[in-house]
């Protein structure tokens, strides 16, 4: 890959997150998206692809290097930068034959962890208990590997609407596997660790989201919402955010992912 193009300025970097539902059907939307906003970082999840199906000569044409590692139809992860990548790893470390959905790596001197945390299914159901189980292991791979005065940003689809003003009707949604109590709590513990919501930090305000059910009519155009995409920070590297916003644009397009971007600007 060519250098030219590349970011030379460390000191200030843009790190994004998109859930973007299969980066085949996406594929236009995402090179679109990032041509116009031309990220340092963006992490995706929800590739739905086999790696030796991975769409990358696309992103060899707009100067981005990246590192992926998915399955047919389901999950997947996979980072684009326009610095190098190293160190990257997947999966925890007591588990290599997870289903693809945590990524680590380090860019600029930052340790990423793109995670696409499980949706959980029903509350009754073995892949709810898997989320919370999930959850539990992020939070000791956390533990075991860094500390919280560490520069770490974790983002990604967590699948988890944190508090009442992250869902467009928290009275009827209470109880759904991503709106309640226990994986609010299962999310506070692994925040609990040093994490701070970098969205929440800089738009304390209510009507924001990131996440737009397809299954609910004009969901989009009403905004039924739900905050459910997140970038998650250590104190460190959370001083050095200057904005934290949510970009719905993509979601106006045509045959757009149920998700949209959530953007992080940082500055030393």
Known sequence: MSEEGIATAPGNMKIATFNVNSIRARLPIVVDWLGANRPDVLAVQETKVQDQDFPGEAFDEIGYRYVFRGQKSY??????????????????????????????????????????VPQGFQPDSDKYRYKLQWFARLGAYFRNRFKPTDPV????????APQAIDVHDPVSL??????????????????AWGFTDLFRRHCPDPGHYSFWDYRASNAFKQNLGWRIDHLMATETLAQKCTACYIDSQPRTAARPSDHTPVVADFQW
């Open 75 to 116: 999950n997947g992860v996979a980072l684009f930068s326009r610095h190098p990548i190293h160190d990257a790893e997947f999966g925890f470390d007591d588990e290599l034959k997870d289903e693809p959905r945590l990524l680590k790596a380090s860019v600029n001197g930052l340790t990423i962890v793109n995670t696409y």
């Open 153 to 160: 940003l974790w983002l990604g689809d967590l699948n988890v």
């Open 174 to 191: 209470l109880g759904h596997v991503c709106f309640n109590p226990q994986v609010q709590e299962a999310l506070e513990a692994v925040m």
